[in-house]
């Protein structure tokens, strides 16, 4: 029984996988924050692909 429960103690297996969830929602937090509405991101990336597709169009011709 104590051998056992020297064993539960002792497994780390668990905790990668909690660290995993625990960065993967830390991710997606920053994620929603960087596109919500209020935020700058979004429209600086249409801008920079507007650019970008105006500047391969102007090599085209």
Not at 13 to 24: D, L, Q
Not at 28 to 38: G, K, P, R, Y
């Amino acid at each position: 029984m104590f051998n056992y429960i020297r064993r539960y103690i002792l497994d780390e297996s668990g905790v990668t996988a909690i660290e995993y969830a625990i960065i993967g929602v830390a991710v997606s937090v920053i994620t929603l924050a960087m596109f919500a509405e209020n935020s700058a991101l979004p429209s600086a990336l249409v801008s920079a692909i507007t650019v970008i597709e105006t500047n391969i169009n102007a090599a085209g011709n």
